[in-house]
T-cell receptor, first 114, second 113 residues
């Protein structure tokens, strides 16, 4: 079965540094998402992306964050000037267009800010 | 706004027994979807089952079934014949139309031999 691929699986960075989390969505999917899960807490929506632009974003997705689809396959989340509270598991997901379609999640990138 | 409530922080079940994980939701939308995901200790999110709000029959996927009671706004997950590999965190989630998923806090399921 096709899958969403995320790299790296684990990233350790110093506070204040920039990180880029990478995702390769499923090839025929058109909607892309980033979600975040702080350790022991529920999964929270960050941003959705469709047709090369942000379609929806949450309050968490402030100016510190940006997303990009630099080519036909990759979808990236950039976090500028990381903070300790950015430590979390970050999930990329993708879905086909349509109502009620399931989102396929990647295996996640565990970001640790020290 | 949508809200998902999972009231069971943890559940225990013996191998081969059935278990029900509770999920209630709140939305003002008429058309919505309900999802269950499994998150093992390795961290990935695995899709289990989907129920559309207009689906008349309860969804089933192998050992997983979704007990959908629209009037009560509940979408409980039933796992039949539990296996040791079912031990994981289980998240209920929903969306409306093209919107993104709203997740509950999850239920940790432990299956004992």
């Amino acid at each position: 079965e096709p899958e969403v691929t995320q790299t790296p699986s684990h990233q350790v960075t110093q506070m204040g540094q920039e990180v880029i989390l990478r995702c390769v969505p499923i090839s025929n999917h058109l909607y892309f998402y980033w979600y975040r899960q702080i350790l022991g807490q529920k999964v929270e929506f960050l941003v959705s992306f469709y047709n090369n632009e942000i379609s929806e974003k949450s309050e968490i997705f402030d100016d510190q964050f940006s997303v990009e689809r630099p080519d036909g396959s990759n979808f990236t989340l950039k976090i500028r000037s990381t903070k300790l509270e950015d430590s979390a598991m970050y999930f990329c997901a993708s879905s086909e267009p349509g109502r009620g379609v399931k989102a396929f999640f990647g295996q996640g990138t565990r970001l640790t800010v020290v | 706004a949508q809200k998902i409530t999972q009231t069971q922080p943890g559940m225990f079940v013996q191998e081969k027994e059935a278990v029900t994980l509770d999920c209630t939701y709140d939305t003002s939308d008429q058309s919505y979807g309900l999802f269950w995901y499994k998150q093992p200790s390795s961290g990935e999110m695995i899709f289990l089952i989907y129920q559309g709000s207009y689906d008349e029959q309860n969804a089933t996927e192998g050992r997983y079934s979704l007990n959908f009671q629209k009037a009560r706004k509940s979408a409980n997950l039933v796992i039949s014949a539990s296996q040791l590999g079912d031990s994981a965190m289980y998240f209920c989630a929903m969306n409306s139309g093209y919107s993104t998923l709203t997740f509950g806090k999850g239920t940790m399921l432990l299956v004992s031999p």
